[in-house]
């Protein structure tokens, strides 16, 4: 079945530093969404990428879809202690009926003020 | 407020018992979602239902059911059969099954007596 990788899984950086994830599917997708779960909060919806190469930024938030559609990257700029929880991905299959979202197993982010 | 209400927030099984978790929405949505959460990993899915009285097996759907008899509401029961339940379950919806985001609740921590 399909899988989704996500790496690292768990990142610490001092505020200010940069902090980037990465997503990887076994399997071609038709779009990737992610996802920010605060500790002892849920998971609450980022953005979703649809097209190969696809780029979108959200304030200090860098999004990428690689161009074979079986990748994705988050990329926070200048980390704020706001930033802290875990992000995660979640891939949906390409074709078929298949509309399960996959998620990856997520990173955990901690922020050092 | 719109949203997506789970109860209770906390609860307990004893050996042998089964138990429900409620889901209920009022964002008019036709697909809901279970997912699983176990520290450190991603969201498992347990069943999802695309439309009212229909609903899928996810990845882990033994020792679990469920019910879809209005559009609102979509009830979990963890079964006896499931060995091991504690857990942290989420309930979420989407417009539709496809290409769209999850709105998820609170949540709803699963613990064994």
């Known amino acids: 079945g399909q899988q989704v990788m996500q790496i690292p899984q768990y990142q610490h950086v001092q505020e200010g530093e940069d902090f980037t994830t990465y997503c990887n599917s076994s399997t071609t997708l038709s779009n990737i969404q992610w996802y920010k779960q605060r500790p002892g909060g849920h998971p609450v919806f980022l953005i979703q990428l649809v097209k190969s190469g696809e780029v979108k930024k959200q304030k200090r938030l860098t999004f990428q879809f690689g161009e074979a559609k079986k990748n994705s990257s988050l990329h926070i700029t200048a980390t704020q202690t706001t930033d802290v929880g875990t992000y995660f991905c979640?891939?949906?299959?390409?074709?078929?009926?298949?509309?399960?979202?996959?998620f990856g197993k997520g990173t955990l982010l901690t922020v050092n003020p | 407020d719109g949203g997506i209400t789970q109860s209770p927030k906390y609860l307990f099984r004893k050996e042998g018992q089964n138990v429900t978790l409620s889901c209920e929405q009022n964002l008019n949505h036709d697909a809901m979602y279970w997912y699983r959460q176990d520290p450190g990993q991603g969201l498992r899915l347990i069943y999802y239902s695309q439309i009212v009285n229909d609903f899928q097996k996810g990845d882990i759907a033994e020792g679990y059911s469920v019910s879809r008899e209005k559009k609102e509401s979509f009830p979990l029961t963890v079964t006896s059969a499931q060995k091991n339940p504690t857990a942290f379950y989420l309930c979420a919806s989407s417009i539709v099954a496809y290409n769209e985001k999850l709105f998820f609740g609170s949540g709803t921590q699963l613990s064994v007596l």
């Open positions: 979640a891939g949906q299959n390409s074709g078929g009926s298949n509309y399960k979202l996959t």
